[in-house]
């Protein structure tokens, strides 16, 4: 169904949704993200862009389609954006409609029932700095689909195992993760 952008920030915002909402863009690969805590926008991107500096791409660009995939958040903040009624106003302004998808990232989500255990395996393999380094992937190299599929989730395990620099300690990572992935039965 498509909605105007505005009001779909406007319903994450009312009710103090946690999450990322991804856009996608006509003919780009690089998703432009909202990321939301109890509703409050508290970071943005665009492919490297961040914060206020990818807000203003926005404007200039065709929004496709979008998602909202609950309960994930990342450990980064962009301290130079307007507040969140205030990015609302904006794009409701702007008359930017999209597809949007119904939300993703319930607790009935395989996803969500691997992605602390994905966590888990990767902070054996390199350590406390696992837990940014999977935020960080998902956030600016992971893209799925609606909900992520197990091939989605094969390709976040590969991007993953590009962070682990010992190869004894990749193949055991992509060992537990590919065996958690087959249990939950994506």
Do not use: C
């Not at 991804?22 to 926008?41: P, T």
């Not at 990342?74 to 969140?84: A, C, M």
């Not at 055991?172 to 039965?185: G, P, T």
Request: charged share 30%.
């Amino acid at each position: 169904m498509k909605k105007l952008l505005g009001e779909i920030l406007d319903n994450l915002y009312r009710e103090k949704k946690t999450g990322i909402l991804n856009i996608a863009m006509l003919s780009e690969k690089n998703l432009f993200k909202f990321y939301f805590k109890d509703g409050e926008i508290y970071h943005i991107s665009y492919g490297f862009k961040k914060g206020n500096e990818s807000l203003k791409e926005l404007s200039n660009k065709e929004p496709y389609s979008s998602n909202f995939i609950s309960n994930i958040t990342i450990d980064i903040k962009s301290n130079d954006i307007p507040p969140t009624e205030e990015i609302i106003n904006k794009l409701k302004n702007i008359n930017l409609y999209i597809f949007y998808e119904s939300e993703i990232g319930s607790g009935t989500n395989p996803f969500y029932k691997i992605k602390e255990k994905l966590k888990v395996a990767l902070i054996k393999q390199i350590g406390p700095i696992g837990n940014k380094i999977m935020d960080k992937v998902i956030q600016e190299k992971w893209t799925a689909q609606n909900p992520p599929s197990k091939n989605d989730m094969l390709k976040l395990v590969e991007l993953l195992s590009e962070e682990i620099e010992e190869e004894e300690g990749k193949k055991e990572f992509q060992k537990e993760v590919k065996r958690l992935i087959e249990e939950v039965n994506l």
